[in-house]
């Protein structure tokens, strides 16, 4: 009873959403159409998570400090979004799911001082 009474609880409150920073280490075979395609992707998965992205960037490619899938560079992309701390689970799933996504690195960033 008391589990099912928590998880009500839990679900009725709403959760402000957070800023988060992510940067990413995808396939450095990706050409330009597919790199916007892909930053489109994680978009989608954002804003149907109920979040927004707010600012994407290409790095470009890059040498990495080890092998990953018998490469030596990687592409960096780095993406500023918010979302609610509930959904970040969910997000970080779609992005493991994606093979052309190497590595990625979720980070909170701290809310803005008034």
């Not at 396939?27 to 954002?46: C, F, H, R």
């Not at 490619?61 to 609610?84: C, H, N, P, S, W």
């Amino acid at each position: 009873m008391l589990i099912k009474k928590t998880i009500m609880i839990h679900q009725n409150r709403r959760h402000k959403l957070t800023n988060y920073e992510i940067l990413m280490i995808w396939d450095p075979s990706l050409d330009e159409k597919g790199v916007q395609d892909k930053i489109a992707n994680v978009k989608q998965w954002i804003e149907n998570l109920g979040g927004a992205m707010t600012q994407s960037e290409d790095k470009g490619i890059d040498r990495l400090a080890y092998e990953i899938k018998k490469a030596m560079q990687g592409r960096f992309v780095y993406v500023l979004f918010t979302l609610d701390p509930l959904k970040i689970d969910s997000f970080r799933h779609e992005l493991r799911l994606d093979e052309q996504v190497w590595r990625y690195n979720i980070k909170k960033l701290a809310p803005a001082k008034a």
